[in-house]
């Protein structure tokens, strides 16, 4: 497809289950980007993958939120041990490349996660 | 990078002007201004950017004043459609660059 594509568009699982959330990049992108968004607030950010680099986790909530990207394209965001306060858009993001102009993020509709 | 302030809400009648005005004081010399938008219900949406010459797309227009510490967008002809909280972001060039979205401005429009 032309744009960033996640999966599920919702879930909603019971407290304690894991979960796993998927984004499919636009192809080529070397950057991708995953937020969340809860209710009435701003896009917080949890993590960015870049090329072969390590990671930057510094916005992950707690140890029990990691993702993983393979090969440099499909990116899984996974949630453990979920809590009620997880809930919220967790949104997906790629670009082009860093460190250069134009390289404006492209979101996908994220997954609208429903910890009940 | 630096820090952007936006009024928390707008409104405009349809078929007019919008003008979405972004400070951003402490900008640096090669910090670009970006625009993106979010709809309800959906991921937000770039619209635009710029780094001092005035720039125009067939989204919007984008002027930054020349001494690059605020910036309005303008929406020439505003729908109902283009009600959405619209964010301004500074950003540098090199390096890594995490989109950093404040509370942004909801723009409503109304008919």
């Known amino acids: 497809g032309a744009g960033v594509s996640q999966s599920p568009s919702n879930k909603v699982t019971e407290k304690g289950k894991d979960v796993e959330l998927r984004c499919d990049p636009i192809?080529?992108?070397?950057?991708l980007y995953w937020y969340r968004q809860s209710l009435g607030q701003g896009l917080e950010f949890l993590i960015y993958f870049q090329g072969n680099s390590a990671p930057d986790k510094s916005g992950l909530p707690s140890d029990r939120f990691s993702a993983e990207r393979t090969g440099g394209s499909v990116s899984t965001l996974t949630i453990q041990r979920t809590q009620q306060e997880d809930s919220a858009v967790y949104l997906c993001?790629?670009?082009?490349?860093?460190?250069?102009?134009?390289?404006?993020?492209?979101f996908g509709q994220g997954t609208r996660l429903t910890v009940v | 990078d630096a820090k952007t302030t936006q009024p928390p809400s707008m409104d405009c009648a349809e078929g007019r002007a919008a003008n979405l005005p972004c400070n951003h004081s402490?900008?640096?010399?090669?910090?670009?201004v970006y625009w993106y938008r979010q709809i309800h219900s959906q991921g937000p949406q770039y619209i635009i950017h710029g780094l001092k010459n005035n720039e125009t797309n067939e989204m919007a227009s984008l002027i930054i004043t020349e001494d690059r510490k605020s910036s309005t967008l303008i929406l020439p002809h505003a729908t109902l459609r283009d009600t959405a909280v619209y964010y301004c972001i500074v950003r540098a060039t090199g390096g890594s660059y995490i989109p950093t979205f404040g509370r942004g401005t909801s723009l409503i429009v109304h008919p």
């Open positions: 993001a790629s670009s082009r490349r860093q460190g250069a102009v134009g390289t404006e993020a492209f």
């Open positions: 192809s080529g992108h070397t950057a």
């Open positions: 402490t900008i640096s010399g090669n910090e670009y």
